[in-house]
């Protein structure tokens, strides 16, 4: 018996060492690969169609500085440097805009393509690109070609990035369509009432009560973005949307900070610019900056992969950035279809046909996904992508975008922008944004200073509640067309000389209040009280904003949860429950990593929701409530509203009142934390439970996850302060940031060539680069960079030269 069981322990052992050499094995040749797809910084590269010798100088942090001779040569350099650092991550975001994930990742991704082909994002592009790219006389269809072209030069003769060898995915070439799969993306993930409406029909279907007390409107006393005139039961598909949300591997935009001070209002006499984007965290991250110099031109700017001109950016005259404008662009359409005719819905004008577009899902590993899309009047049929909306509307519900309405116009509106002299240029471009809705806000070195909401705004009837579905067949609760440029909420040149955006909602023009899913304004009334501290500004001051993690509105309602709860009887007298009060007594809001207070607000939170609209919601929706803006926003009203309907748990006999419920939130708060972190209250930090990762696509698996990942490291900020870095509520406890700053910028014209700026990890995407993660932890800790603009200081720093020459 022993002989046989040496044996099998010796075959068990000569398995085991195989099967660790293998891996060994498969890692170093991982390992060897990547190394091989390093990024070239420095030699001499022959391309086919330049058309002149252009250079160029990587810094410190691999920032591209472009020396070209001619604008089209510069944007094909700019291609090809983009693409060896970003491929991957571009062909990833082209794919989803076309909803063509399943045929690089499998079936797990139908229904997101599903999804995606039912919006019509690619049909659009691929209009919008016949549309505006139809001949190449006008200069930004000359650059834009260039750049696809230097694109596909870097797949012609670079290395694929190990990502390509790991998936599967073969080599293609990249296209002018492409370029507006990009900007529809943007717009897809701008718009939030893919999750809120649906949810808001479900939460109005228990009564108009419930949905009153949740507040999805505008609250009143509320800090507004100021205009000025111009001196010169629930739907449980939306679970299934968050899920596939969560999947995309590439990252929707959430809001951002904006702030601008005139010169009057800075210690200098200069125009101070200052903008963070808040986007999903991922890796590679979401900007990839770059300079351009070419005879006319000298420009900075935050470019999004795979599209040619810059997002954000800045010449030697001007400066912009963005914020999300939030406005709501979609609606929801209940329609009546034909009980004699399925191929049929009613209008005004009586029956009419469903228009019907064929699609085709290519599955890797797998059979074609073939099905149709219904179209309306108003836009396509969602009910068969939108998991269970009969439980919401059997009768079909169509979807009224914005976006798909008119063709793109983002790709020559940034190469405007980029090219503005003055602010008469800049607002003649930002004028023709249709879609995403953007805040755009502007600072010169004239010393103008400018905020933009710039979109169509949809003119709706004065009893339309865009937040529910609407009636399809009537024509009653149709829009009625859009506000000119000229009426859409703005402000230039102010008399307070300061001007900013924190996704809150606009102030009126002409009486006017824009519906939208605006964030609380926690962010903007922080701005506000800082700006209004001191008369002159300085670059020292913005820093200090963007890196604020102070939330004054969460101290408050803290400071409530504590009164409410000590005043019951009931609560314990235990150490433990002692110490976790006067953690929430004391709190001033700040969420440094070492902070015990937010660690028990948000745990209490969560159960505080939980217990009081869980249970009307039921699991799935409840789920899909804590990651929407109305969730932010209805904190303010709905804690204080003692007779809300929604205290009352409904399966119980009992009828709940608020501090009941905050007292058995209390309660399993505190048990799952001594649970979770122990009974030492004092080891309760924030940055125990709230930790930053950068995920790559390729690191959602271990253990590519210790490769292609950066982080975790413990993360300060929270929910809508200024340094925001967002999570989700969770029965869990454990808050890994899912958003936040994708950039922070601060432009000073009075030495606009040493802007500064910082990354979340790098400007590489290939996980070999050494600029992969190299200001991963200058971004935690708030610390900044320079954006070099000066040639002698360049070409004196730069460690490495690159030079492409035509073939």
């Known amino acids: 018996m022993n002989r046989y069981l040496s044996r099998m322990l010796k075959w068990i052992t000569r398995i085991g060492i195989g099967l660790i050499s293998l891996i060994c094995l498969i890692l170093a040749s991982l390992y060897f690969y990547a190394q091989s797809c390093k990024p070239e910084y420095q030699g001499r590269r022959t391309l086919k169609g330049l058309k002149q010798e252009v250079t160029i100088y990587f810094d410190d942090y691999g920032i591209p500085h472009i020396y070209a001779l001619n604008e089209p040569d510069a944007y ?94 073969p080599k293609s070439y990249f296209t002018v369509d492409d370029l507006y799969l990009v900007s529809g993306y943007m717009s897809f993930s701008f718009a939030l009432a893919f999750k809120t409406d649906p949810l808001c029909q479900g939460i109005y279907g228990l009564g108009k009560k419930y949905l009153n007390e949740l507040s999805p409107h505008y609250v009143e006393g509320t800090e507004r973005i100021p205009c000025s005139k111009s001196n010169t039961r629930s739907d449980s598909s939306l679970l299934c949307i968050n899920e596939m949300l969560n999947l995309l591997p590439v990252a929707p935009w959430i809001g951002s900070n904006a702030f601008v001070a005139a010169p009057s209002r800075t ?16 890796q590679p991250s979401v900007w990839y900056e770059a300079h351009l110099e070419y005879p006319g031109q000298s420009f900075y700017g935050n470019f999004l992969a795979g599209f040619p001109f810059a997002a954000i950016g800045h010449n030697q005259k001007i400066a912009w950035g963005l914020t999300i404008l939030e406005q709501d662009d979609v609606d929801f359409y209940i329609e009546k279809q034909n009980p004699e005719n399925e191929n049929e819905y009613l209008t005004p004008d009586g ?78 471009a930002v004028a023709k944004i249709i879609s995403p809705g953007l805040n755009v806000m502007y600072g010169d070195a004239d010393g103008n200073i400018a905020w933009w909401a710039a979109a169509k705004l949809m003119k709706r009837k004065p009893h339309v509640n865009p937040v529910l579905f609407l009636d399809g067949s009537s024509g009653k609760d ?17 008399a307070s000389g300061f001007l900013y955006s924190a996704n809150n909602q606009p102030d009126s023009m002409q009486g006017i209040l824009y519906p939208g899913y605006y964030v609380p304004d926690d962010r903007a009334q922080k701005i506000v009280t800082y700006a209004g501290l ?84 039921g699991e799935k929706p409840f789920l899909t409530f804590l990651n929407t803006h109305l969730m932010k926003n209805a904190i303010r009203v709905f804690i204080y509203n003692e007779q809300s309907e929604w205290w009352d748990h409904i399966k119980t006999e009992a009828k709940e009142t ?98 500064i700026s910082i990354n979340p990890t790098g400007q590489s995407g290939v996980f070999s680069s050494e600029h992969y993660d190299d200001q991963a932890l200058a971004y935690i800790n708030c610390k900044y960079r320079k954006q070099m603009m000066n040639k002698k200081e360049i070409t004196e720093t730069g460690k490495n030269k690159l030079i492409l020459s035509p073939r």
């Open 658 to 755: 608020r501090n009941d419920i905050m007292l058995q939130a209390f309660k399993r708060s505190i048990e799952q934390l001594q649970h979770q972190l122990g009974n030492n209250v004092n080891e309760w930090s924030w940055g125990r439970v709230h930790t930053l990762e950068h995920i790559n696509p390729v690191g959602r698996q271990k253990p590519l996850n210790e490769f292609f990942n950066v982080g975790p490291l413990a993360a300060p900020g929270g929910m809508e302060t200024l340094n925001n870095s967002g999570f989700q509520l969770n029965a869990d406890g454990l808050y890994p940031a899912t958003f936040g700053p994708s950039m922070r910028v601060i432009i000073d014209f009075a030495d606009i060539e040493h802007s």
């Open 351 to 428: 029956w009419a046909t469903y228009e019907i577009r064929k699609e085709t899902v290519k599955v890797k590993g797998g059979d074609d996904v073939h099905f149709e899309v219904k179209h309306t009047r108003h836009g396509p049929v969602m009910n068969s992508v939108m998991e269970d909306l009969t439980e919401v509307e059997r009768n079909p519900v169509s979807m009224f975008w914005v976006h798909t309405k008119f063709p793109s116009t983002l790709l020559h509106v940034t190469y405007e922008l980029a090219h503005a002299q003055n602010i008469t240029d800049a607002e003649g």
């Open 267 to 282: 210690q200098n006499g200069k125009v101070l610019f200052g903008n963070d984007t808040h986007i999903a965290y991922a």
């Open 534 to 617: 001191k008369e002159k500004l300085t670059v020292a001051d913005f820093k200090e904003w963007q890196g604020d993690v102070i939330s004054n509105e969460h101290a408050r309602y803290a400071h409530s949860f504590f009164e409410w709860i000590q005043s019951n009887p009931s609560v314990g007298k235990d150490q433990v429950s002692i110490q976790a009060l006067n953690a929430l007594k004391n709190w001033n809001g700040s969420h440094e990593v070492n902070d015990i207070g937010p660690t028990v607000y948000y745990k209490l939170l969560y159960h505080m929701w939980q217990m009081s609209v869980a249970d009307e919601l």
């Open 76 to 169: 094909y350099a700019l291609g090809y440097v983009h693409a060896q650092e970003r491929l991957f991550q571009m062909d990833m975001i082209r794919h989803v805009g076309a909803g063509r994930l399943s045929e690089l990742l499998g079936k797990d991704f139908i229904q997101i393509d599903r999804f995606l082909r039912t919006l019509g994002i690619e049909a659009h592009a691929k209009a919008s690109a016949s549309t505006y790219m139809r001949d190449t006389t006008n200069a930004y269809q000359k650059a834009a070609i260039a750049y696809v072209n230097g694109i596909n030069s870097f797949i012609d003769q670079g290395k694929l990035p190990v990502e390509y060898k790991l998936i599967g995915i």
């Open 478 to 494: 149709d829009i009625i067309g859009y506000y000119d440029f000229k009426d859409n909420p703005h402000s230039i040149n102010p």
